[in-house]
């Protein structure tokens, strides 16, 4: 471990690296380089996601295992590195990662971090294990670290955000059938369009989850080819033969994810479009959930100057100063998280385009972004389906009020009048405060044999302009 411990009292011990000593504070689990980058990089106070420190730890498992297997690690050693992978990947030890997400573009600050833990806390069992030698054998930051984003980016999206959001399309999904036969106005550019049903609205939210779903499993299988085995440049070099697809193999027995070698070697370091491509999957879902909640706001405006339509859970008071008032808080919570995701994205493409010859040098802030994106949507969409969706109730006479009185209705008598009569008939109604019915009637275009009052009737039932 440590060249020598500090004197009692004096808060730090004496380590050191291929550069010299550095003082270590006392009882830190990492050792010179960690401390070196802590010193260097005291930029944000923001670490790396806690899914990529267990992405890493799965790793450096995976690798000690086959390290064992191929005769490049004894035993004794291999065992006590999986014994400690184990316990970060369990939660343990979470302090023991301190660097800074920017930091060298590699993400070697981080990886070194991560092999110089793991060798303090398996040099406990009574085996020296050295960071580099032990823990990081046959391996590269430059292969590992992005093969660990890879993997924190899959399992987190498939075992947290995939549910996640089926789970929204699933609260959506009720709601549109507890809605099917409510009608209302519909509504393009904030004006009063043809009636719609709220259930055929609440099954468009559906289906964006829906395919949220299917953008997320779409990009999966390039996410799930892995960089390891390239070491430094791509070429493999100080790799034993084998390593990689055994290691790859461990990692799918770990995870019960289908990882595979990375197609091409140089591709997979030199960039990285295939952590751009879930990142776009995750903006465009933003996106969506941006319209959707929009349009719960909005609906849910009021109670007396607003649309009214619908009456989302009440929450938590919405003012400190107005009594009674109630905020949409849920719908704009994840506004602001959609905003987040839109932005992470582009850091995300700046990032992935960072590549220069054989390494990308932006992967940790890469990381940070992607796997907080996927953090941040899979937390909001469960919240938002359970604390607001499921609870949205709806008043059915306010819609139905709405729809009946839209000059918007006069649509269906385009067939009968023409598209220019029609016209009149609409701005005629709003002038004199009638409705449509009672404006033809008015004009006489049922006296006139344009149509029958039963024509005018059924053209004006609002609930078969829902489903023409």
């Not at 972004?369 to 899979?378: C, H, K, Q, T």
């Amino acid at each position: 471990m440590s060249e020598h411990e500090g004197s009692p009292g004096t808060g730090f011990r004496i380590e050191h690296d291929s550069m010299g000593e550095v003082r270590v504070p006392e009882g830190a689990l990492w050792r010179a380089q960690t401390q070196r980058a802590v010193e260097n990089f005291p930029i944000s106070g923001s670490t790396i996601e806690p899914a990529l420190v267990v992405a890493m730890a799965r790793v450096k498992k995976a690798a000690a295992h086959t390290n064992v297997d191929l005769g490049v690690l004894d035993e004794a050693r291999g065992a006590a590195i999986v014994h400690a992978a184990d316990e970060v990947i369990a939660g343990e030890h979470r302090d023991a990662f301190p660097v800074d997400v920017f930091q060298t573009g590699s993400g070697t600050s981080s990886n070194m971090n991560m092999n110089e833990v793991l060798a303090t806390l398996a040099s406990r069992a009574g085996t020296d294990v050295h960071p580099n030698d032990h823990v990081n054998a046959s391996q590269s930051s430059n292969d590992t670290f992005p093969t660990s984003i890879h993997v924190a980016a899959a399992e987190s999206t498939t075992t947290d955000l995939v549910p996640a959001v089926e789970h929204l399309g699933e609260a959506f999904g009720r709601k549109a059938e507890e809605f099917a036969g409510l009608v209302k106005s519909g509504r393009t550019h904030l004006m009063d369009a043809t009636p719609v049903m709220l259930g055929q609205e609440f099954g468009g939210y559906a289906a964006i989850c829906r395919m949220a779903v299917e953008r997320l499993q779409a990009s999966l299988p390039r996410v799930l080819e892995l960089p390891l085995g390239g070491t430094a440049v791509g070429t493999g070099i100080n790799t034993p033969p084998g390593f990689a697809a055994q290691v790859i193999e461990e990692l799918g027995r770990d995870t019960g994810l289908p990882f595979t070698e990375a197609r091409d070697h140089f591709e997979a370091q030199g960039g990285q479009d295939a952590l751009v491509e879930l990142s776009g999957q995750l903006r465009t879902i933003a996106v969506g959930l941006t319209k959707a909640c929009n349009d719960l706001r909005w609906m849910s405006s009021g109670p007396t100057a607003g649309l009214a339509e619908i009456h989302l859970p009440d929450l938590q008071p919405g003012s400190s100063i107005m009594p009674g008032k109630v905020n949409p808080v849920l719908p704009e919570a994840t506004l602001m998280v959609c905003a987040q995701v839109i932005g992470n994205d582009a850091a995300v493409t700046v990032a992935g385009a960072s590549g220069n010859f054989e390494l990308n040098v932006m992967m940790p802030v890469l990381a940070r972004n992607l796997l907080e994106s996927i953090r941040l949507l899979a937390s909001a969409t469960r919240v938002l389906a359970d604390r607001c969706v499921d609870g949205i109730t709806a008043d059915a006479d306010r819609m139905r009020g709405y729809a009946e009185s839209s000059p918007s209705v006069v649509t269906p008598l385009n067939k009968y009048i023409g598209y220019e009569e029609a016209a009149k008939v609409a701005k005629a109604a709003m002038k004199e405060g009638r409705t449509i019915r009672e404006q033809v009637l008015a004009l006489g275009y049922v006296d006139r044999g344009d149509l029958t009052e039963q024509q005018l009737d059924d053209a004006l039932d609002v609930e078969s302009m829902t489903h023409p």
